[in-house]
Antibody, heavy 123, light 105 residues
């Protein structure tokens, strides 16, 4: 069965960076886009960016351009999210999620989600 | 960017009720809309995509309709497991979510 397992809770001070991982299994990794989303406490969901697994290309939300880097390791089926220059407003639960197949295009609903990783940014 | 709104923001209902949630887009998104259910502390669960296609394994009491700018999610007979927050998401270009509708007792 398809599984997305994320790394654990992180605490950072303002200005620091954080890297999260998302290890996939149960399907052909290179055939589906992978996305990162986040949800601030008590708030809604925000799409952050995606990676094209079979080429490594990326797309990012405009507000995160320059601070967000999404990468992947096809040998392990793992996707990474690196967010730099952290601010208090980056405190959120971060999710990886599987999008559509690469043939269908990057704009997508999300059928499988990781369990979420809490990132707290506080001085 | 396309903005998504949902109404109502909170909905009080009882088991067995028929429940309808509305989602509106700031411009036409054709049928590129999905609905999710989220329970506290859990990841969202996909219910419906392409406005009206039921995700595999989702009970048939859930249904979706609409196109263009107005969409609805209907639960035909609310069950105890359905008390949750529901989000719509457009994916006509990148992605934006609605603010959510909390369904409670």
């Amino acid at each position: 069965q398809v599984q997305l397992v994320q790394s654990g809770t992180e605490v950072r001070t303002p200005g620091a960076s954080v890297m999260l991982s998302c290890k996939t299994s149960g399907y052909s990794f290179i055939k589906y886009y992978m996305h990162w989303l986040r949800q601030a406490p008590g708030q809604g969901l925000e799409w952050m960016g995606l990676v094209i697994p079979n080429g490594g290309g990326t797309e990012y939300a405009q507000k995160l351009q320059g601070r967000l880097t999404v990468t992947r390791d096809t040998s392990t089926g793992t996707v990474y999210m690196d967010l730099s220059s952290l601010r208090s407003e980056d405190t959120a639960v971060y999710y990886c999620a599987r999008g559509q197949s690469v043939e269908a295009g990057p704009n997508s609903h999300f059928d499988y989600w990781g369990q979420g990783s809490l990132v707290t940014v506080s001085s | 960017d396309i903005q998504m709104t949902q109404s109502p923001s909170t909905l009080s209902a009882s088991v067995g009720d028929r429940v309808t949630i509305t989602c509106r887009a700031s411009q036409s998104i054709s049928i590129w809309l999905a609905w999710y259910q989220q329970k506290p502390g859990k990841a969202p669960k996909l219910l419906i995509y392409r406005a009206s296609t039921l995700e595999s394994g989702v009970p048939s009491r859930f249904s979706g309709s609409g196109s263009g700018t107005e969409f609805t999610l209907t639960i035909s007979s609310l069950q105890p497991d359905d008390f949750a927050t529901y989000y719509c998401q457009h994916y006509s270009s990148h992605s934006t979510f609605g603010p959510g509708t909390k369904v409670d007792i």
